[in-house]
Protein backbone atom coordinates (compact mmCIF):
# COMPACT_ATOMS: atom_id res chain seq x y z
CA UNK A 1 0.00 0.00 0.00
CA UNK A 2 1.55 3.43 -0.96
CA UNK A 3 2.82 5.65 1.94
CA UNK A 4 2.22 9.00 -0.48
CA UNK A 5 0.49 9.81 -3.50
CA UNK A 6 2.07 12.67 -6.25
CA UNK A 7 -0.57 14.40 -8.28
CA UNK A 8 -0.12 17.30 -10.60
CA UNK A 9 -1.81 20.44 -9.07
CA UNK A 10 -2.10 24.13 -10.30
CA UNK A 11 0.57 23.90 -12.69
CA UNK A 12 2.92 21.84 -10.03
CA UNK A 13 3.57 18.92 -8.81
CA UNK A 14 2.57 18.05 -4.89
CA UNK A 15 3.75 15.05 -2.91
CA UNK A 16 0.97 14.24 -0.14
CA UNK A 17 0.55 11.51 2.75
CA UNK A 18 -2.82 10.08 3.74
CA UNK A 19 -3.56 11.19 7.28
CA UNK A 20 -1.41 14.67 6.96
CA UNK A 21 -2.54 17.79 5.92
CA UNK A 22 1.15 18.49 4.66
CA UNK A 23 3.02 19.02 1.55
CA UNK A 24 6.30 18.57 -0.63
CA UNK A 25 5.32 21.07 -3.53
CA UNK A 26 7.46 19.94 -7.00
CA UNK A 27 8.03 21.72 -9.94
CA UNK A 28 6.12 19.97 -12.77
CA UNK A 29 9.43 18.59 -14.35
CA UNK A 30 10.27 16.68 -11.40
CA UNK A 31 6.88 15.16 -11.23
CA UNK A 32 7.25 14.44 -14.89
CA UNK A 33 10.27 12.84 -14.05
CA UNK A 34 8.75 11.05 -10.78
CA UNK A 35 6.24 9.66 -13.80
CA UNK A 36 8.66 8.01 -15.44
CA UNK A 37 10.76 6.08 -12.75
CA UNK A 38 7.35 4.78 -11.78
CA UNK A 39 6.70 3.31 -15.20
CA UNK A 40 10.39 2.00 -14.74
CA UNK A 41 10.77 0.85 -11.51
CA UNK A 42 13.35 2.61 -9.84
CA UNK A 43 13.68 4.04 -6.72
CA UNK A 44 13.07 7.14 -5.34
CA UNK A 45 15.79 9.98 -6.22
CA UNK A 46 17.94 11.40 -3.59
CA UNK A 47 16.00 14.94 -4.61
CA UNK A 48 13.13 13.62 -2.77
CA UNK A 49 14.29 11.21 -0.02
CA UNK A 50 15.56 14.16 2.12
CA UNK A 51 12.61 16.88 1.76
CA UNK A 52 9.76 13.52 2.46
CA UNK A 53 12.09 12.48 5.02
CA UNK A 54 11.68 16.34 6.93
CA UNK A 55 7.93 16.58 6.05
CA UNK A 56 7.13 13.66 7.59
CA UNK A 57 10.45 11.88 8.90
CA UNK A 58 9.40 8.88 6.29
CA UNK A 59 12.52 7.21 4.88
CA UNK A 60 12.06 6.11 0.85
CA UNK A 61 16.00 5.18 1.23
CA UNK A 62 16.08 2.31 -1.37
CA UNK A 63 12.50 2.24 -1.92
CA UNK A 64 10.92 1.97 -5.30
CA UNK A 65 8.51 5.04 -6.67
CA UNK A 66 6.22 2.26 -7.89
CA UNK A 67 5.96 0.52 -4.15
CA UNK A 68 5.84 3.52 -1.60
CA UNK A 69 4.47 6.50 -4.01
CA UNK A 70 1.02 6.36 -5.97
CA UNK A 71 1.35 8.75 -9.24
CA UNK A 72 -1.59 9.77 -10.29
CA UNK A 73 -3.01 11.51 -13.16
CA UNK A 74 -4.15 15.27 -13.64
CA UNK A 75 -8.16 15.51 -14.07
CA UNK A 76 -9.80 16.95 -17.84
CA UNK A 77 -11.15 19.76 -15.71
CA UNK A 78 -9.55 21.81 -12.86
CA UNK A 79 -11.84 19.88 -10.05
CA UNK A 80 -9.28 19.14 -7.20
CA UNK A 81 -12.07 19.01 -4.68
CA UNK A 82 -15.62 16.86 -3.74
CA UNK A 83 -17.66 16.62 -0.84
CA UNK A 84 -19.61 13.34 -0.73
CA UNK A 85 -23.15 12.57 1.20
CA UNK A 86 -22.71 8.97 1.61
CA UNK A 87 -26.26 8.65 2.69
CA UNK A 88 -28.31 11.06 4.43
CA UNK A 89 -29.57 8.82 7.05
CA UNK A 90 -28.63 9.26 10.66
CA UNK A 91 -28.31 7.78 14.29
CA UNK A 92 -29.18 11.30 15.83
CA UNK A 93 -32.80 13.57 15.52
CA UNK A 94 -31.05 16.97 15.97
CA UNK A 95 -33.64 19.62 15.30
CA UNK A 96 -31.17 22.00 13.91
CA UNK A 97 -30.16 19.61 11.48
CA UNK A 98 -29.79 21.57 7.90
CA UNK A 99 -31.04 17.91 6.00
CA UNK A 100 -34.82 18.10 7.35
CA UNK A 101 -36.05 14.68 6.65
CA UNK A 102 -33.18 12.21 6.84
CA UNK A 103 -34.12 8.95 4.61
CA UNK A 104 -31.44 6.34 4.60
CA UNK A 105 -31.34 6.28 0.90
CA UNK A 106 -28.78 6.20 -2.42
CA UNK A 107 -26.58 4.27 -4.46
CA UNK A 108 -25.78 0.21 -3.10
CA UNK A 109 -21.59 -0.69 -3.35
CA UNK A 110 -21.49 -0.79 -6.88
CA UNK A 111 -22.77 2.54 -7.44
CA UNK A 112 -20.54 3.60 -4.90
CA UNK A 113 -17.43 2.38 -6.32
CA UNK A 114 -18.14 4.02 -10.02
CA UNK A 115 -18.95 7.12 -8.08
CA UNK A 116 -15.69 6.70 -6.50
CA UNK A 117 -14.39 5.91 -9.69
CA UNK A 118 -15.81 9.41 -11.71
CA UNK A 119 -14.43 11.26 -9.12
CA UNK A 120 -10.77 9.81 -9.26
CA UNK A 121 -11.04 10.19 -12.62
CA UNK A 122 -12.30 13.71 -12.60
CA UNK A 123 -9.25 14.95 -10.96
CA UNK A 124 -10.56 14.81 -7.49
CA UNK A 125 -7.29 15.17 -4.67
CA UNK A 126 -9.66 15.90 -1.73
CA UNK A 127 -12.59 14.53 -0.84
CA UNK A 128 -14.73 15.17 2.37
CA UNK A 129 -17.54 12.05 3.39
CA UNK A 130 -20.29 13.20 5.02
CA UNK A 131 -23.99 12.37 5.16
CA UNK A 132 -26.23 12.13 7.82
CA UNK A 133 -23.84 10.07 9.68
CA UNK A 134 -21.01 8.65 7.54
CA UNK A 135 -20.13 5.58 9.72
CA UNK A 136 -23.56 3.95 10.15
CA UNK A 137 -23.29 3.08 6.25
CA UNK A 138 -22.77 -0.48 5.97
CA UNK A 139 -20.78 0.54 2.93
CA UNK A 140 -18.55 2.98 4.64
CA UNK A 141 -15.43 0.56 5.22
CA UNK A 142 -15.33 -0.61 1.91
CA UNK A 143 -15.99 2.84 0.66
CA UNK A 144 -13.77 4.53 2.68
CA UNK A 145 -10.80 2.49 1.58
CA UNK A 146 -11.59 2.50 -2.29
CA UNK A 147 -11.50 5.81 -2.08
CA UNK A 148 -7.79 5.70 0.07
CA UNK A 149 -6.31 3.73 -2.62
CA UNK A 150 -7.71 5.54 -5.33
CA UNK A 151 -5.18 8.34 -3.70
CA UNK A 152 -7.68 10.77 -2.64
CA UNK A 153 -6.83 12.65 0.81
CA UNK A 154 -9.85 11.86 3.21
CA UNK A 155 -11.74 13.79 5.89
CA UNK A 156 -14.64 13.07 7.52
CA UNK A 157 -17.67 14.59 9.15
CA UNK A 158 -18.79 12.89 11.89
CA UNK A 159 -20.74 13.19 15.02
CA UNK A 160 -18.67 10.40 16.13
CA UNK A 161 -21.05 7.88 17.78
CA UNK A 162 -19.57 5.02 16.12
CA UNK A 163 -15.48 5.59 16.83
CA UNK A 164 -16.21 3.21 19.65
CA UNK A 165 -16.65 0.34 17.03
CA UNK A 166 -13.01 -1.38 16.65
CA UNK A 167 -13.94 -2.19 12.93
CA UNK A 168 -14.34 1.35 12.57
CA UNK A 169 -11.25 2.84 14.54
CA UNK A 170 -8.74 -0.09 13.39
CA UNK A 171 -9.98 1.51 9.84
CA UNK A 172 -9.31 4.92 10.73
CA UNK A 173 -6.02 3.82 12.01
CA UNK A 174 -4.96 2.13 9.49
CA UNK A 175 -5.86 4.79 6.76
CA UNK A 176 -5.94 7.60 8.74
CA UNK A 177 -7.92 11.04 7.41
CA UNK A 178 -6.25 14.26 6.93
CA UNK A 179 -9.37 15.32 9.32
CA UNK A 180 -11.37 14.07 11.01
CA UNK A 181 -14.01 16.60 12.39
CA UNK A 182 -16.70 15.79 14.72
CA UNK A 183 -19.81 17.79 15.64
CA UNK A 184 -20.25 18.50 19.74
CA UNK A 185 -23.37 19.39 20.76
CA UNK A 186 -22.83 19.40 24.71
CA UNK A 187 -20.65 18.72 27.84
CA UNK A 188 -23.03 17.13 29.64
CA UNK A 189 -24.94 13.60 29.12
CA UNK A 190 -28.64 15.21 29.99
CA UNK A 191 -27.13 18.35 27.46
CA UNK A 192 -26.15 16.53 24.32
CA UNK A 193 -29.07 13.97 24.79
CA UNK A 194 -31.67 16.87 24.97
CA UNK A 195 -29.84 18.69 21.71
CA UNK A 196 -29.80 15.23 19.46
CA UNK A 197 -32.58 13.86 21.19
CA UNK A 198 -31.06 10.64 21.60
CA UNK A 199 -30.68 8.62 24.88
CA UNK A 200 -27.23 7.63 25.73
CA UNK A 201 -25.64 9.44 22.60
CA UNK A 202 -23.43 11.50 25.20
CA UNK A 203 -22.42 8.36 26.30
CA UNK A 204 -21.34 6.80 23.00
CA UNK A 205 -19.70 10.32 21.59
CA UNK A 206 -17.34 10.69 24.56
CA UNK A 207 -16.22 7.20 24.62
CA UNK A 208 -14.87 7.43 20.57
CA UNK A 209 -13.75 10.77 21.05
CA UNK A 210 -11.15 9.76 23.69
CA UNK A 211 -10.93 6.34 21.34
CA UNK A 212 -9.57 8.25 18.39
CA UNK A 213 -8.12 10.64 20.48
CA UNK A 214 -5.78 8.26 21.75
CA UNK A 215 -5.19 6.72 18.36
CA UNK A 216 -3.64 9.71 17.28
CA UNK A 217 -5.83 10.49 14.41
CA UNK A 218 -6.49 14.11 13.29
CA UNK A 219 -9.29 15.42 15.14
CA UNK A 220 -10.94 18.77 14.75
CA UNK A 221 -13.95 19.69 16.81
CA UNK A 222 -17.12 21.81 15.69
CA UNK A 223 -19.06 23.16 18.87
CA UNK A 224 -22.73 23.24 17.79
CA UNK A 225 -24.10 26.44 19.82
CA UNK A 226 -27.66 26.29 20.30
CA UNK A 227 -30.60 27.98 22.69
CA UNK A 228 -30.60 23.99 24.28
CA UNK A 229 -26.78 24.15 25.10
CA UNK A 230 -25.61 27.76 25.64
CA UNK A 231 -25.06 27.64 28.76
CA UNK A 232 -22.14 25.54 28.47
CA UNK A 233 -20.20 26.77 25.77
CA UNK A 234 -17.37 27.51 27.98
CA UNK A 235 -17.35 23.96 29.35
CA UNK A 236 -17.62 22.68 25.68
CA UNK A 237 -14.21 24.84 25.16
CA UNK A 238 -12.57 23.47 28.54
CA UNK A 239 -13.42 19.63 27.11
CA UNK A 240 -11.54 20.44 23.75
CA UNK A 241 -8.82 22.41 25.50
CA UNK A 242 -8.45 19.01 27.80
CA UNK A 243 -8.34 17.10 24.90
CA UNK A 244 -5.53 19.16 23.28
CA UNK A 245 -7.74 18.93 19.96
CA UNK A 246 -8.76 22.31 17.87
CA UNK A 247 -11.82 23.38 17.90
CA UNK A 248 -14.43 25.95 15.82
CA UNK A 249 -17.77 27.17 17.31
CA UNK A 250 -20.78 27.51 14.85
CA UNK A 251 -23.94 29.21 16.08
CA UNK A 252 -25.40 30.58 12.36
CA UNK A 253 -28.26 28.00 12.14
CA UNK A 254 -29.37 27.57 8.38
CA UNK A 255 -32.71 26.09 7.17
CA UNK A 256 -32.71 22.91 5.88
CA UNK A 257 -31.82 22.01 2.21
CA UNK A 258 -35.60 21.55 1.48
CA UNK A 259 -36.23 25.91 2.14
CA UNK A 260 -38.18 24.95 5.38
CA UNK A 261 -37.61 26.89 9.06
CA UNK A 262 -37.40 24.09 11.33
CA UNK A 263 -34.09 24.57 12.24
CA UNK A 264 -34.18 28.31 12.50
CA UNK A 265 -35.87 28.50 16.39
CA UNK A 266 -33.13 26.77 18.16
CA UNK A 267 -29.92 30.00 16.92
CA UNK A 268 -28.69 31.19 20.44
CA UNK A 269 -29.16 34.95 19.75
CA UNK A 270 -26.06 35.72 22.03
CA UNK A 271 -23.69 33.84 20.11
CA UNK A 272 -25.01 34.55 16.26
CA UNK A 273 -22.05 36.45 14.50
CA UNK A 274 -21.87 38.42 11.18
CA UNK A 275 -21.33 36.28 8.55
CA UNK A 276 -18.49 38.00 6.25
CA UNK A 277 -18.87 39.30 2.99
CA UNK A 278 -19.68 36.81 0.31
CA UNK A 279 -16.61 37.67 -2.02
CA UNK A 280 -17.28 34.37 -4.34
CA UNK A 281 -16.12 30.50 -3.90
CA UNK A 282 -15.10 27.76 -6.43
CA UNK A 283 -18.57 26.21 -5.97
CA UNK A 284 -18.59 24.38 -9.15
CA UNK A 285 -15.80 25.30 -10.62
CA UNK A 286 -12.82 23.43 -8.82
CA UNK A 287 -15.24 22.41 -6.40
CA UNK A 288 -18.21 19.92 -6.43
CA UNK A 289 -20.94 18.49 -4.15
CA UNK A 290 -21.89 14.40 -4.68
CA UNK A 291 -25.39 13.15 -2.89
CA UNK A 292 -26.34 10.00 -1.82
CA UNK A 293 -27.64 8.83 -5.60
CA UNK A 294 -24.27 10.06 -7.50
CA UNK A 295 -26.04 13.56 -8.54
CA UNK A 296 -23.36 16.58 -8.48
CA UNK A 297 -23.86 19.84 -7.48
CA UNK A 298 -22.24 23.14 -7.10
CA UNK A 299 -22.62 22.84 -3.33
CA UNK A 300 -24.43 20.66 -0.35
CA UNK A 301 -27.13 23.95 -0.97
CA UNK A 302 -27.44 24.96 -4.16
CA UNK A 303 -28.72 21.60 -5.38
CA UNK A 304 -30.61 22.03 -7.81
CA UNK A 305 -29.74 21.78 -11.54
CA UNK A 306 -27.64 18.40 -10.79
CA UNK A 307 -25.86 15.40 -12.63
CA UNK A 308 -26.27 12.13 -12.91
CA UNK A 309 -22.52 11.29 -12.66
CA UNK A 310 -23.32 7.41 -12.86
CA UNK A 311 -25.31 7.96 -15.66
CA UNK A 312 -22.97 10.84 -17.59
CA UNK A 313 -19.19 10.48 -15.60
CA UNK A 314 -16.68 12.75 -15.75
CA UNK A 315 -18.34 14.76 -19.19
CA UNK A 316 -21.54 15.69 -17.12
CA UNK A 317 -19.37 17.79 -14.84
CA UNK A 318 -18.74 20.49 -18.17
CA UNK A 319 -21.91 21.30 -17.42
CA UNK A 320 -21.44 22.62 -13.80
CA UNK A 321 -19.70 26.20 -14.13
CA UNK A 322 -22.66 27.09 -16.04
CA UNK A 323 -24.70 25.69 -13.66
CA UNK A 324 -22.59 27.53 -10.67
CA UNK A 325 -22.94 30.98 -13.28
CA UNK A 326 -26.62 31.03 -13.24
CA UNK A 327 -27.12 30.02 -9.49
CA UNK A 328 -25.08 32.94 -8.32
CA UNK A 329 -27.40 35.75 -10.28
CA UNK A 330 -29.68 38.14 -8.29
CA UNK A 331 -32.92 36.59 -8.68
CA UNK A 332 -36.86 37.01 -6.06
CA UNK A 333 -35.76 39.16 -3.00
CA UNK A 334 -32.88 39.87 -4.02
CA UNK A 335 -32.74 41.93 -7.31
CA UNK A 336 -32.45 45.09 -7.88
CA UNK A 337 -30.33 45.25 -4.23
CA UNK A 338 -27.82 47.82 -3.82
CA UNK A 339 -25.59 46.28 -1.03
CA UNK A 340 -24.68 43.13 -3.36
CA UNK A 341 -21.22 44.25 -2.92
CA UNK A 342 -21.17 43.76 0.83
CA UNK A 343 -23.78 40.55 1.14
CA UNK A 344 -23.22 38.33 3.33
CA UNK A 345 -24.01 35.29 1.64
CA UNK A 346 -24.28 33.65 -1.72
CA UNK A 347 -27.45 33.63 -3.86
CA UNK A 348 -27.76 29.58 -2.92
CA UNK A 349 -28.06 30.15 0.75
CA UNK A 350 -30.10 33.28 0.41
CA UNK A 351 -32.71 31.20 -1.80
CA UNK A 352 -32.93 28.78 1.17
CA UNK A 353 -33.48 31.54 3.99
CA UNK A 354 -36.18 33.47 1.76
CA UNK A 355 -37.75 29.88 1.13
CA UNK A 356 -37.84 29.55 4.61
CA UNK A 357 -39.45 33.04 5.45
CA UNK A 358 -36.79 34.12 7.85
CA UNK A 359 -36.09 36.97 9.09
CA UNK A 360 -33.54 39.45 7.15
CA UNK A 361 -31.32 39.85 10.59
CA UNK A 362 -30.62 35.71 9.93
CA UNK A 363 -29.23 36.56 6.18
CA UNK A 364 -29.05 40.03 4.95
CA UNK A 365 -27.66 43.18 6.36
CA UNK A 366 -30.85 45.10 5.67
CA UNK A 367 -31.47 43.02 8.55
CA UNK A 368 -28.81 45.15 10.61
CA UNK A 369 -29.76 48.14 9.68
Known amino acids: MHQLVATPFGGRGLILRPGSTKAVQLPLARFEELRALASALSTVPQWLIGPVRAQWNVDLTSRSVGDAILVREAGPYEFSRATWEINLGCDLDCSICYLGEKKFEGLDMDGKRKLLAVMRDAGVIWLQITGGEPLIDRDFPESYQIAHEMGMLLELLSNGSRLRKPHILN ?196 GMR
Not at 184 to 189: K, L, Q
Not at 236 to 242: G, K
Not at 344 to 355: G, L, W
Open 171 to 366: LLRTFPPAKLTLSVYGATAETYDTVTRRRGGFDRFREGLEQAVDAGLNIDLSLIIVQENAHEVEAMRDWARQLGVPYREYANISPTIHGTAEPLPSQSPQYLTNRAPFTGCPAGVTFFHADPFGRASICKVGREPNIDLIAEGVEGLTRLGGIAESLMLRTGGCSGCKLSDSCRVCRPMAKVFQEAKAPLVNYCQH
